[in-house]
T-cell receptor
Framework: GAGVSQSPSNKVTEKGKDVELRCDPI?????LYWYRQSLGQGLEFLIYFQGNSAPDKSGLPSDRFSAERTGGSVSTLTIQRTQQEDSAVYLCASSPHIDTGELFFGEGSRLTVL | GQNIDQPTEMTATEGAIVQINCTYQTSGFNGLFWYQQHAGEAPTFLSY????GLEEKGRFSSFLSRSKGYSYLLLKELQMKDSASYLC????????????FGAGTILRVKS
C-alpha cells in the first residue's frame, strides 16, 4: 500500500488476555518504530527495528510486551496478560533509513482493556 | 515527554499568525522535528531543524536555537484546517536516532 497500515484499528479486550497488533510499513522502508500514545500524553517510544533486528528494546514497559519483524517488512507487537494501563493508541511508523527523523506514521491501533 | 516542554493549548483567529514554542533538553541532541496530528489521525511530518536559524516552508516556519534548547513553529495566515495538535520532537544521538516527543500543543483556530 501507499502508506503504513495497522490492524486492528480498534481492539477491546478483557484484562488478562493477550493481544497482537500488526504493522505493514511502506515498502522498502528499512526502519520501523512502535510508539504508544495515551490520552493527553506525548508519544512514548517502545521499540525500533533496523531490518529484522531490534537494537533498542529499552522502551518496552515490561516483559509482557514483545515485538518482532519478519522479512524486513511486517511487524507484530504482542502484549501478554493485558492490564488496564495498557489502554492507549499504539502507533507504528516507518522510515527509509534510521538516520532520518522523518517518520511516516500509521493511523494506529486503539487498544481498550476492560 | 522527556524534558520537552510545550504549551498544552493555544487558541488563535483565522488569518492570524501563531507561534508555538518548545524547549528541550540539550544533551544528546540530534535535530528538532515538528509533527502535526489531527484528531484521530496519524502524525505527519512538518519540519526539521538541525542548525540554528529559521527554516521556511510555505505558511509554516520553524526556528531553532541549539544553545538555548529552544525551537518554535510559526504558522501564518491561519486556516480552520490548521486546528490540530502540534508535536515537538527531539532527535537523539542514540543508534536509530530515536525521536523523543513532547506532549503536543492543541491549537484551536476560531473564525
Amino acid at each position: 500500500g501507499a502508506g503504513v497500515s495497522q490492524s486492528p484499528s480498534n481492539k477491546v479486550t478483557e484484562k488478562g488476555k493477550d493481544v497482537e497488533l500488526r504493522c505493514d510499513p511502506i515498502s522498502g522502508h528499512t526502519a520501523l518504530y512502535w510508539y504508544r500514545q495515551s490520552l493527553g500524553q506525548g508519544l512514548e517510544f517502545l521499540i525500533y527495528f533496523q531490518g529484522n533486528s531490534a537494537p533498542d528494546k529499552s522502551g518496552l514497559p515490561s516483559d509482557r510486551f514483545s515485538a518482532e519483524r519478519t522479512g524486513g517488512s511486517v511487524s507484530t507487537l504482542t502484549i501478554q496478560r493485558t492490564q488496564q494501563e495498557d489502554s492507549a493508541v499504539y502507533l507504528c511508523a516507518s522510515s527509509p533509513h534510521i538516520d532520518t527523523g522523518e517518520l511516516f506514521f500509521g493511523e494506529g491501533s486503539r487498544l481498550t482493556v476492560l | 515527554g522527556q524534558n520537552i516542554d510545550q504549551p498544552t493549548e493555544m487558541t488563535a483567529t483565522e488569518g492570524a499568525i501563531v507561534q508555538i514554542n518548545c524547549t528541550y533538553q540539550t544533551s544528546g541532541f540530534n535535530g528538532l522535528f515538528w509533527y502535526q496530528q489531527h484528531a484521530g489521525e496519524a502524525p505527519t511530518f512538518l519540519s526539521y531543524n538541525v542548525l540554528d536559524g529559521l527554516e521556511e516552508k510555505g505558511r509554516f516556519s520553524s526556528f531553532l536555537s541549539r544553545s538555548k534548547g529552544y525551537s518554535y513553529l510559526l504558522l501564518k495566515e491561519l486556516q480552520m484546517k490548521d486546528s490540530a495538535s502540534y508535536l515537538c520532537a527531539r532527535g537523539t544521538l542514540e543508534y536509530g536516532n530515536k525521536l523523543v516527543f513532547g506532549a503536543g500543543t492543541i491549537l484551536r483556530v476560531k473564525s
